[in-house]
């Protein structure tokens, strides 16, 4: 008998197969004692797997390249964690095996990060994949990871681990569901990337049978299971449907009267480049330089490195527009040189542009880089900073990029709800703005990003947010600049079409979502947007926003 569960959709399209699950997790190892003459040996076992670990994580990031590769070396350095290493040798030291002492070691950061207020507990999934990885290799047994099958399924886990994820092969897999996570985690960034359709944070996932079909709605969030033949075909029909808008819609992002929505890709490096050109990107909305400075962790990436990497993102779009966000370092993406080890809720605390202005040379480099990466070339270049919380971070940010000699926009992003309801203030010293929904929804909402249980309130079209997106967007029409949305948010085509209404000038997504807005915005005129997002607004909730924008868009 079909029945109907409900998750998060974070990536487009459908799914129909069997179920197979995600191999368990590696057994703790028992707590055997040896002798002190054996604690040498065991420390360089520990030191060997680690490093083992670490340069296959390293390995799958570059096979993977893009986003997942950042993902995966922010991993191996994880993996290799000075602090974390030192406690292994002292758990060795007073008589622990190493595959004991690294799985003691490893559930005492994983309590440290819960009782610090869960703000990293996004990364927890990422922990206890690095710590079952290591211990594996110690007990000398195969890592359990993604199914081996000849046949396409679609996978089912509690989680999803950035390097099960990063080298899926969608010929097999036709998509997953978690039952943790949410829309703005690793996997499902990852998922958006691959175009495989994902849903995440759905109750039970794990209870679903091996071998059960089911049918994945990465779209609605939907997952039918046991769907009847009516159902399958149904869905096919709409995956079809929307295949056929997606190859007969080309050109520039515009609505259905001819409102230009220009359609950016987001990027975390040069090998994101080729997807985007392809998808027909009309330039770069946001290019995340934090892969740069991953490599080491203890120093920061040459100028002359710098100025290579950028230059062959500016040259893959030659007259278009590509805004590059300066480092955002700092909570979830910490850097030895520069973020402090000891803050209680580094969400809350030094990251993004506050690290810069406490690490100038820091700042000033990337922005002389910049300025060199484009010499010559004829792209409009924009460089925009994080975390931008009021008018005196907007002008340490201009004035920073005067000083680099930068000839090029500067812009701030909305992150944090004071720099919406300010955004005017703002305005007066930057030249446009950037939502980044992702930050700012948790921002918003006291809501951490990678948590499951409160992915609710990481919806983007809760109204609240909505309110914050049209705040931002008249402030930037009343001072006659630009403000874009970044934010994972403009993946969704409706949501798309929302944010145009709301007053949006430009859309940046992942390249594997644009084809799906751009068919979607050129279905509907702006005043249809206009009326969906008043509609949107009016409402109390993220599902009744929804509700109301597609009544609009339907013509109830």
Same mark, same amino acid.
């Given at each position: ?72 070396? !922010?991993? $191996? ?60 290799? *110690? ?71 091996? =071998? ?26 709409? $995956? ?16 259905? #009267? =001819? ?11 040069? !090998? #994101? ?20 400075? *991953?490599?080491?962790?203890?120093? !920061? ?87 931008? $919380? #009021?008018?005196? #971070? ?6 920073? &990029?005067? $000083? ?66 049209? *705040? ?13 949305? &970044? ?6 085509? *409706?949501?798309? &079409? ?28 702006? !005043?249809? &947007? ?27």
């Amino acid at each position: 008998m079909e029945t109907t569960l409900r998750g998060v959709g974070v990536s487009h399209g459908v799914a129909i197969g069997e179920v197979r699950h995600m191999g368990t997790a590696v057994l703790e190892p028992p707590a055997k004692q040896i002798a002190p003459e054996e604690a040498e040996r065991e420390q360089g076992r520990a030191r060997q797997a680690v490093d083992a670990v670490a340069a296959d994580l390293m390995a799958r990031g570059n096979l993977a390249g893009g986003e997942a590769q950042a993902v995966l070396e !922010a991993q $191996a350095m994880m993996a290799q964690d000075p602090e974390l290493m030192a406690d292994v040798d002292r758990r060795i030291a007073v008589g622990s095996t190493a595959e004991r002492a690294v799985y003691d070691a490893f559930a005492a950061y994983r309590e440290l990060l819960a009782n610090a207020g869960e703000y990293l507990a996004g990364r927890v999934a990422d922990l206890d994949d690095v710590r079952n990885r290591i211990v594996a290799r *110690l007990l000398g047994v195969p890592m359990p990871g993604v199914p081996d099958s000849d046949e396409p399924y679609v996978l089912v886990a509690r989680d999803l681990a950035p390097a099960d994820t990063a080298l899926l092969d969608p010929t097999l897999v036709l998509g997953f569901v978690t039952e943790e996570g949410g829309p703005t985690s690793h996997s499902a960034i990852l998922a958006r990337a691959l175009g495989v359709p994902a849903v995440v944070a759905l109750p039970g996932a794990g209870e679903l049978a091996e =071998g059960t079909v089911i049918a994945v709605d990465g779209s609605t969030g939907e997952v039918f299971v046991d769907p009847t033949e009516d159902k399958k075909a149904q869905l096919e029909a709409s $995956a079809a449907e929307r295949k056929a808008a997606l190859s007969a819609s080309t050109g520039p992002g515009a609505t259905a #009267d =001819g409102h230009k929505v220009p359609l950016l890709a987001n990027v975390g490096g040069p !090998a #994101d480049v080729p997807a985007a050109v392809e998808a027909g990107a009309e330039g770069v909305g946001l290019f995340r330089t934090e892969f740069l400075f *991953l490599d080491d962790s203890t120093k !920061a990436p040459s100028e002359e490195k710098q100025v290579t990497a950028y230059r062959q993102v500016l040259e893959a779009f030659p007259e278009g527009r590509v805004v590059v966000r300066v480092l955002d370092a700092g909570a979830d993406k910490p850097l030895d040189f520069l973020t402090p080890s000891d803050e209680p809720n580094p969400a809350l605390g030094v990251r993004g542009l506050r690290t810069l202005l406490d690490h100038p040379d820091v700042l000033s480099t990337q922005l002389s880089a910049l300025a060199k990466a484009a010499e010559g070339l004829p792209v409009h270049l924009e460089v925009m900073a994080p975390m931008v $919380a #009021d008018r005196a #971070d907007a002008k340490a940010f201009a004035d920073a &990029c005067r $000083a680099a000699g930068l000839r090029a926009k500067f812009g701030a992003m909305v992150e944090i709800p004071s720099a919406a309801l300010r955004a005017r203030s703002i305005l007066r010293e930057v030249e446009f703005l950037s939502l980044g929904t992702n930050d700012l929804a948790q921002y918003t909402f006291a809501a951490d990003r990678q948590v499951g249980a409160v992915s609710r309130l990481q919806d983007p079209w809760q109204p609240a947010l909505l309110d914050l997106v049209a *705040l931002s967007a008249e402030a930037a029409k009343a001072e006659g600049k630009s403000c874009g949305v &970044c934010g994972e948010a403009a993946a969704d085509p *409706l949501l798309a &079409c929302v944010l145009t209404g709301l007053g949006v000038t430009s859309l940046s997504m992942g390249s594997a979502s644009i084809p799906y807005v751009r068919a979607t915005l050129a279905k509907y005129t702006l !005043a249809q &947007c206009e009326r969906a997002a008043a509609a949107a607004r009016a409402t109390d909730s993220a599902e009744d926003a929804r509700a109301a924008a597609q009544a609009v868009f339907s013509g109830e």
